[in-house]
């Protein structure tokens, strides 16, 4: 309600009352439009609402932002709304994963190339530095590009330009940068496994992602919106969960965060036979899911057999030798092999 009158009404007081309607009307309208920005993040975790007032923050500026957060917590979904929040929201938002292509052609990929710079190159080529000109541009999982790499992007960044591969001319570019990893990058850069400067300058704000295990408020909110969001394609019957099927998945680990979640009630849907998902359903799903993950004292022991048999078969199955390499002693190294029955003699 906007207020009232009397009767008899009075033409000017009338008009007024619709003048203010109008104008607080105006007015949420405009505020939903600034949260468009955040439209796409499902949230009621304090956690989750701290970070997204610190995105909102940063987003107004231009600085290169970097985003840490374990795979499948949304570093893309933070991205995205960091490019609508930000001043370049009518630009192009162009989003790429570094460890998805080959080291060779990721050169091309975001210079460009010319006509003619290498085989197969038939004709010239932009590359999404120029595509995300006057936007943004998120390099996703950058803590996996090749060293060599890496200075070519600190030279971009820093002269704002970019060379196509087979060019002499530099182009110059006005691209945000958002990059992302899995990698704990100050870590990395620390150990010399990434460059420093290069860190630095991705880095100029960090944004750090939070486990879905940190936000438990949010796996019911997340799991009923992919339950009733699922792909059409499918006639699924499933419109919710049980208690107790809810309660399984509030009370699990979720190693894969909100992308398992999302994998896991995709799969359930798939299934379900009825409208109210049943507990024995999601431990099924559950079941499988983790059945065709190792675990991780396993995935260690394989790691280390196989770094055993790389070893041996450079040193030609000389024991002193490869206990050196692998800063061990002789005894230590016996006792590794034998773990993994493993003989010397197999590799001379």
Known sequence: MFGFITKPIDSGELMDKIDKALRLSAGNSHNKQQENWRANILTRSQLMENLLSEVKRLAQGDASLFIHGESGTGKELIAQAIHKASPRHNGPFIAVNCSAIPEDLLESELFGHRKGAFSGAFEHRQGLFQAADSGTLFLDEIGDMSSAFQVKLLRALQERQIRPVGSNTSIPVDVRIVSASHHDLEKKANDGGFRMDLYYRLSV??????????????????????????????SYVAKGFSNQA?????????????????NVVEHVSALATTPIVPANLVERVLQEKNSTMQGLKEAKSQFEKEYLIKLLRSVDGNVSQAARLAKGNRTEFYKLLDRHQLKPTTFK
């Open 205 to 234: 704000a960090k944004l750090t992602l939070p486990k879905l295990s940190e936000r438990r408020e949010d796996i019911s909110l997340l799991a009923n919106y992919f339950i009733t969001h699922s792909d059409s394609t499918y």
């Open 246 to 262: 809810m309660e399984i998945l509030l009370s699990y680990d979720w190693p894969g965060n909100v992308r398992q979640l999302q």
